[in-house]
């Protein structure tokens, strides 16, 4: 049988990283021919360096992409997600001639089945979330308790659209309130957040994290209610790590985290029809309403001592019994072992 490559970034704690990271070790107890290629060094200690692949790979092997297509339009099958209402025209030419084509949400399955010649082959997966993520264990607690946290994981990127989160914030609640809004966040290009930040609003009480967070888990621990409304998401990977962590968690009532919110246990944004993301662009958006942010912080905020909030915290935790390793690992051999 020939060899199966798992191409993707296996390095860091991006997105990317952790999803492929899981996914790979998911399918690890189905298949003796299972190898990884990744797309940046493994560190010296890395556990899955014992299943680096050599190079260079030769036409017999199966790669599947865990990335965007165009990272080897070559291979046969894909695993990817797009955030918008389209998908760009090369992926749409590379997914034509894939055997197999995986995703993380409806929400992706719809957007690429409305382009390409064969939805038939598309099938969702959904992100496995990782052991450590649980209510119990250590928390990072930023401010004091008597100040209540609201608080985001993002990179500082244009669909994120965070300024309209600060700005609901800035506006809801009065200076002499006890909260606060914790913003871990970096820029892609190395640009400095906090004049950035400064110039959507200057209330002492939104606090950068810059520096790198360890234990995540930790950081949603230490919070009250987590918060991400955002023009679009493939999945949403913060907001379900958050929700089986106990939090209450906000985000925008659209798109590929609707798989798995709801209004039963979590508390969804309203946002506008859909727009392009720039003027004259093919691809648009829908962003979430400021008014509706508010709104909801607010509810969040009143209700934090409420029942109301426990039993949506409680819907949540549910949602690792589906989102493992155990249960998604068989669907993802499933569908590899019937073109390898």
Known sequence: ??????????????GFTTSTREYFKSILPYFNNLYLAPLEVLKKNDPLRSYLVD?????????????????DPTAECFFSVYEYNR????????????????TQSTFCKKEFASQI??????????YIVPEYFTPQGPTYRIVDKDVF?????????????????????????????????????????????????????Q?????????????????YRGLDAYISCTAGEGWGQTLT????????????NHSGNLDFMNKNNSY??????????????????????IESIKEVMRQVYENREMSKNKIKVENALKLKNELNRESIGPKIAELLKKIV
């Open 149 to 201: 946290a609201f608080g985001s994981v993002f990179e500082w990127v244009t669909r994120k659209v965070p300024e309209r989160t600060i700005r609901a914030f800035t506006e809801e609640f009065d200076k002499n309130e006890s909260v606060s809004l914790i913003l871990r966040s970096s820029h892609p290009f190395g640009k400095d957040l906090e004049p950035i930040i400064n110039n959507i609003s």
């Open 203 to 219: 209330d002492p009480r939104i606090i950068l994290v810059k520096k790198k967070i360890e234990d995540i888990a930790a950081f």
């Open 268 to 289: 969804l944004v309203d946002v506008h029809d859909w727009s392009p993301i720039q003027k004259g662009s093919l691809f648009k958006w829908k962003l979430p309403k």
């Open 55 to 71: 190079l260079p790979l030769n036409e017999t092997e199966l790669k599947v992409v865990n990335h965007q297509p165009t990272t």
């Open 1 to 14: 049988m020939r060899k199966i490559v798992w191409i993707g970034h296996f390095r860091g704690f991006s």
């Open 87 to 102: 998908i760009p025209d090369k992926w749409v030419k590379i997914f034509n001639t894939a055997k197999l084509i995986m």
């Open 241 to 252: 790590e958050a929700m089986v962590c106990g939090i209450p968690t906000i985000a925008s």
């Open 117 to 126: 010649e064969d939805p038939e082959k598309i099938h969702v997966i959904p």
